[in-house]
Structure formats: structure tokens, C-alpha cells
């Protein structure tokens, strides 16, 4: 079957879990919240000090303790960041390989599958983060375009080259080096039917985010007019386009399990499935069957 029907069924299976199951959209929000909740308690005290002295916060800032404490304080936020938002995605992938296997999913059941790989989850998140702290640090080292390609470019084929590993740290036994040439391998065999099912895919998302800009232009307009109307449009804009965000993360972490299901089984149909993971994270396509003999003269 060529790329572009594997893509369209893929895209309807994807659309299809999200529908059926409207809970996967629960997690993104949780991981959003409890993101919003650790910079909060990073950065509450900081502003606290700030507010109630300036110049003495300004002052102790420039301190060599003041400084060190500060990046700590950064540099541990960072990582946490990370392993929230690798975390929550593995529990969204494992969430849609229930329900793509037909089975009934919750957000308990990804949350669980992603616990069971919670230090394997925490050493990707700290070599992940790693690795994004050294694009950052070399592209800053070059002004203007070249450091902007730099970082493009790196931050691109890292993002490729890492795009099954969460689902490679879920249902295989590898290590975090196995797991990155693993996904680097699978990503290669799905990259048309990646291409088209983003592009499908992507014309949704892009639709949905359109849809706040019509409330946020009357919200603007009306705000001479009317202030109440208008602030009420732009909050509804802004709930428009925060769902538009979760709708695209859960949109991507199905995608991203029914790419991995597709380059592991060649399937996506559950029917078509066999009825566990596990047994098909290696799967390797059947030769093709030998050309019938030739009748004889």
C-alpha cells in the first residue's frame, strides 16, 4: 500500500482514539499544570525576595553564593521540566497503544505504564536535556543567521533522530544508546508516512488555532465599544487556542504510537494486530513468497 493511503489511514486512526476517547486529552493538561506548578515554586520565592527588598535581592544576585544558588535553581527546574514532559508522553503513548490495540484506555493506565519506566524515563530526560543544554551553548557561540541555522539544524535532527524513543524505552529492553539508534532506524523506515500523516494532521491543528482568531479580532475590536464583550471574546480566544494546544499534543502522542505501531507490525487496524506489544517490538516483515515454478517445456 503506497505512503499516502497508510498516511489517510493512519491520520483516521489517530482522529478515531482521540474521539473515542476524550480522556488522552487529560494528560497533556496535567503535565501542562504541574509544569506551570514547578516553575511557580522556583520562581515565587525569587519574585517574593525581589518584591519585598529590590535592591537587596539585586545585590545578593551578584554575590558569588547568589549566583551559583540561581543557576542550581535553574539548571534543576530544567531537568524537571524535562522529565515532566517526557513522562506525561510516555503515559500518552502508552494510553493510545491500549486503545489502538482496541482495548479500553484511561489516564491511570498511562500513567501506570509510564511509572514502570520511570528510571529509564529519568536517564533519556537527563540525557535529553543534556543534549539540548549543548545545542543551546554551542549556537550561542555563533552571532546572528549561523547560530540561528545551527540551532535549527542540530535541534531538527535531534528531534528526528529521537522521535521513537519513548515508545523503544516502553516496550523494549534497550539502553538509552540501543534505544536512540533504534528509534534513529525506525524514524528512517516511516518518514514518508510521517511526512503525509504530519501534513494531514497539521492542516486540523492549523484549522482549530484559526478558529480563536475569530473571537480574538471581535474581542479587539469590540474593547473600545464594549469592555466587558470584549475581554469576554478574548478569553474565549485563549481558551480556543490553549484546547488547540492539548488537542496537538494528544494529536502527536497518538500519532507518534501508531508510527511506531505501524513500523514495528506494518499494521495499524487493531484487528490486524497481534493481541501484545511485546511480542511484535521486533517484528520483522515475512520475505516475500518464491515465484511458482515454471511449467516445464
Known sequence: MGRWSDSVRITKAVLRTVREDRAL????????????????VVFVPYLTL??????????????????????????????VLVFLSNFFFAALIGASMLKLDGKNATVGDGLRIA???????????????????LIRAIASRFRG????????GAGITWSVATYFVLPVILYEENSAWRSLVRSARLFGGTFGRWFFTNLLLGLIIVGVFLLGLVP???????????????????????V??????????????????ALYRYATTGQVDPA??????????????????PPPPLPSA
Do not use: C, D
Request: aromatic share 10%; glycine share 10%.
Open 50 to 79: 525581589f518584591l519585598v527588598n529590590p535592591s537587596g535581592m539585586l545585590a545578593w544576585v551578584h554575590t558569588t553564593g547568589g549566583t551559583a544558588l540561581l543557576v542550581v535553581s535553574f539548571l534543576v527546574l530544567y531537568f
Open 216 to 238: 480574538f479580532v471581535g474581542g479587539i475590536l469590540l474593547l473600545a465599544t464594549s469592555l466587558a464583550l470584549g475581554i469576554a471574546l478574548l478569553l474565549v480566544a485563549v
Open 115 to 133: 511509572w514502570a519506566k520511570r528510571g529509564r524515563l529519568l536517564v533519556w530526560s537527563l540525557i535529553a536535556g543534556t543534549v539540548g543544554l
Open 145 to 152: 543567521i549561523v547560530g540561528l541555522i545551527i540551532a535549527a
Open 240 to 257: 480556543v487556542w490553549v484546547f488547540a494546544m492539548i488537542f496537538a499534543t494528544t494529536v502527536e502522542g497518538v500519532l507518534r504510537a
Open 25 to 40: 486529552l487529560l494528560l497533556p493538561l496535567l503535565s501542562g499544570l504541574l509544569m506551570l506548578a514547578a516553575v511557580a
Open 272 to 289: 490486524f494486530l497481534p493481541s501484545t506489544l511485546p511480542q511484535i517490538a521486533n517484528f520483522q516483515p515475512l520475505p516475500p513468497p
